[in-house]
């Protein structure tokens, strides 16, 4: 059974930082694409980063180029989010999603994903 589970979310100030985890059991980590996505409250799921197996990063959505950083770790089958200069807007519940390495970012509604991590940012 594979099991995708999201942690290190929570209450931050603005400007501050926070690292979100994903680690994911039940399948060959290795072989999957992984990405971050977020939705806040009365908006669309938005895509926020996507990596490669490789480790290779392919995509930031352009309102967190430059403070978001994603990176994978093969050996402890874990994604991370490194999330900088946390701004209100970044208020939402994150989610992290697995897909076969022949997308370069997970599909809505196919592959796995995680129940969500709320991340709030307060001004």
């Known amino acids: 059974q594979v099991q995708v589970v999201e942690t290190g979310g929570g209450l931050v100030q603005a400007g501050g930082s926070l690292r979100l985890s994903c680690t994911a059991s039940?399948?060959?980590?290795?072989?999957?694409?992984m990405g971050w996505f977020r939705q806040a409250p009365g908006k669309e799921r938005e895509r926020v980063s996507c990596i490669l197996w490789s480790g290779f990063a392919t995509y930031f959505s352009d309102s967190v180029k430059g403070r978001f950083t994603i990176s994978r770790d093969n050996a402890k089958n874990t994604l991370y989010l490194q999330m900088n200069i946390l701004k209100p807007e970044d208020t939402a519940m994150y989610y992290c999603?697995?897909?076969?390495?022949?997308?370069?970012?997970?599909?809505?509604?196919?592959?796995?994903w995680g129940q969500g991590n709320q991340v709030t940012v307060s001004s």
């Open positions: 999603a697995a897909d076969l390495r022949q997308y370069t970012c997970p599909r809505a509604g196919s592959g796995y």
């Open positions: 039940g399948l060959t980590f290795y072989d999957y694409n």
